[in-house]
């Protein structure tokens, strides 16, 4: 395995770095601007995560603590080689408990405990620019955000209730923050949206193909967009989680047999891990093993 | 050469201007309160924390203007030697360091535009002393409000009705570091 001293500290150059920092500072003063910057490449591809790990690199100290979550779980692929990648370049201590990280990079999810002053919420976005799928121009969007022209957006939102009876829009749900700039959350589900005003958090936008850099700092204003006779709703699978019971989780949905049983479980892993060691029981499990009652019969008694 | 120009950078570059970003960070996303920072002896004036800000922010790629006092051939090559920033006008300015009175009028710095209300100088501002009393701070990084020493009032509020376009400050003495970005409210 190759040592950290092989690295400088956290893969990046120094110089590199600096210009990432230049760029999260203006992002922090200006909410919800999109900043841009010379994104670099990193040593996994596009839709990885380079935008969060570039901006995870540039804010790290060897003092930090670094959790990395990909849609709440520690322990698939991108949240795995993620943190063995700081692991090995900058030789941080990482964990899985969202309270003892100082810095979390993310992938689609907010963590369900409330995140703390002194924490840092790294978001890996895709496509930074919410208007993006409506004007498919740099040189027109950029002009829209200057003219603060965001007609389009809400007939976007009204077009999903002409069309479905609500706004159907489930993720990437675009926010007004600081009634000046439209933003797009990454596609975290706007189950997460109330989450990201008032957070006392830092929160950090990267996005590396796309070559952008936003922020939102900790106590700011950040709106879900929506209408007065169809105001939003944080929305979420009406069901209990099958493991820990946490009614307040967002849910995944997972297909467990040839059937199509569905079981819902937590997405944030470290919350339904936490609760269940708290001796919350799902309907699903049993206490202890976390084993689960897979027939349709079983499902229908505990229902 | 002057001994004292090859001194006094990071002496660990990657890990003090790590540490020393996060306090600036920090600063700008809670506008008002004071963060330590430390890592660089710079020359007078330069403060410790001025130094440290401007070796952590900036190098090749960026431009300085020395305001009043600040433009002395010990902080000029000290400068040059750890940053490689060159030193400029205030009107073509990423950076400004300096007093609060040397920096002179606002309207000379670049503001940004509303397409790349990015573009504008941050003001690096030294102080005698700063803490938490004085005019009163709102707005996002601040929970309720905020209390700070800013040297004027005025000038910081007119700064905040440019908003999304205006300047950014950070605010330096001795070890110590506090922001306040054009999102700000004053009074």
């Not at chain 1, 924490?119 to 950029?142: A, D, M």
């Not at chain 2, 601040?142 to 908003?163: E, G, R």
């Not at chain 2, 999304?164 to 950070?170: A, Q």
Request: aromatic share 8%.
């Amino acid at each position: 395995m190759t040592q950290t001293s092989d690295y400088n500290f956290a893969y990046l150059d120094e110089q590199t770095k600096r210009m990432i920092r230049r760029a999260i500072l203006k992002g922090l003063a200006i909410p919800g601007y999109q900043v841009p910057f010379a994104s670099r490449e990193m040593p996994m591809p596009y839709g990885w995560g380079t935008g969060g790990v570039q901006v995870s690199a540039a804010v790290l100290r060897p003092e930090d603590t670094f959790k990395v979550i990909d849609q709440g779980a520690d322990d698939t692929t991108n949240a795995v080689s993620i943190r063995t990648f700081f692991e090995r370049t900058a030789g941080i201590e990482t964990t899985t408990t969202t309270g003892d990280a100082t810095v979390i990079q993310t992938r689609h999810r907010i963590p369900e405990e409330p995140l703390s002053e002194g924490q840092i919420l790294v978001y890996q976005v895709p496509i930074p620019e919410p208007l993006r799928f409506l004007e498919p121009r740099e040189s027109e969007t950029r002009k829209m955000h200057s003219l603060e022209e965001y007609g389009l957006m809400h007939v976007k939102l009204y077009e999903d209730i002409s069309r479905h009876g609500h706004i159907a829009t489930s993720y990437a749900y675009p926010v007004k923050v600081e009634g000046r700039y439209v933003m797009d959350p990454s596609p975290i589900p706007k189950f997460d949206n109330p989450k990201l005003g008032d957070m006392a958090a830092i929160q950090l936008f990267g996005a590396g193909r796309e070559q952008r850099i936003y922020a939102l700092p900790p106590y700011t204003n950040a709106v879900s967009l929506d209408f007065e006779d169809h105001p939003f709703e944080a929305s979420k699978a009406d069901h209990p989680c099958g493991l820990c019971g946490a009614e307040d989780s967002y849910l995944d949905e997972v297909i467990i047999d040839d059937d199509g049983t569905r079981m819902y479980v937590c997405s944030d892993t470290d919350y339904c891990e936490g609760r269940r060691a708290a001796g919350f029981v799902g309907a699903m499990a049993q206490a202890g093993d976390g084993e689960i009652l897979t027939t349709q019969r079983e499902l229908e008694i505990t229902a | 050469m002057d001994a004292q120009v090859l001194t006094g950078g990071f002496s660990d570059p990657a890990i003090q201007a790590a540490s020393a970003f996060r306090a600036v960070m920090e600063a700008m996303a809670r506008p008002g309160t004071i963060f330590p920072i430390t890592g660089a002896v710079p020359p007078a004036p330069l403060s410790p924390a001025a130094g440290a800000v401007l070796l952590t922010l900036c190098d090749a790629d960026t431009s300085v203007y020395l305001a009043g006092a600040m433009d002395c051939k010990a902080v000029r090559t000290w400068l040059a030697f750890h940053t490689g920033a060159s030193v400029v006008g205030p009107a073509v300015a990423d950076f400004a360091v300096g007093a609060w009175d040397d920096l002179g009028a606002l309207s000379q710095y670049p503001v940004g535009t509303s397409e790349y209300p990015d573009r504008s100088t941050t003001l690096v501002i030294e102080l005698a002393e700063m803490n938490a009393t004085g005019a009163t701070l709102a707005g996002p990084g601040i929970q309720t409000t905020a209390q700070f020493s800013l040297p004027d009032v005025k000038s910081f509020q007119a700064n905040n009705q440019l908003f999304p376009l205006g300047l950014d400050f950070i605010f330096t003495s001795g070890d110590d570091v506090a922001a306040l970005p054009r999102s700000t409210q004053v009074s």
